[in-house]
């Protein structure tokens, strides 16, 4: 179990609405300067959940999605490209 899930910390709301998060939550989640949040209310209170996390977890359904699907990487690469020449004459003409 994450140490931190288990502790209550105390944070300030500061007068232009900031707030500082303890290091050891920082560091939990593996943030850094700049990184996005997600805010979401919930009956229990707010959920901060990071946006990369948030990424990461569609990237690996699509890798699964993927997997499921049957088609090989080179197969999909060979559609795009089909579709792509059909987009760019369509739009271009052809070449």
């Known amino acids: 179990m ?3 899930a288990s502790s209550n910390l105390d944070i300030t709301l500061r007068p232009r609405r900031q707030i500082t998060l ?3 939550v920082v560091e939990a989640l ?3 300067v700049g990184d996005r ?3 979401s209310l919930s009956d ?3 959920i901060v959940k990071p946006k990369k996390s ?3 977890a569609a990237l690996r359904e699509i890798q699964a999605a993927f ?3 049957g088609i090989t990487e080179e197969e999909l ?3 795009g490209r089909k579709i792509r020449q059909k987009l760019s004459s369509s739009r271009y003409g052809k070449k």
């Open 22 to 24: 303890p290091a050891e």
């Open 54 to 56: 948030l990424s990461l």
């Open 37 to 39: 949040l997600q805010v």
């Open 67 to 69: 997997l499921n699907s």
């Open 77 to 79: 690469q060979k559609m």
């Open 2 to 4: 994450n140490p931190i």
């Open 44 to 46: 229990e209170g707010v």
């Open 30 to 32: 593996g943030l850094q």
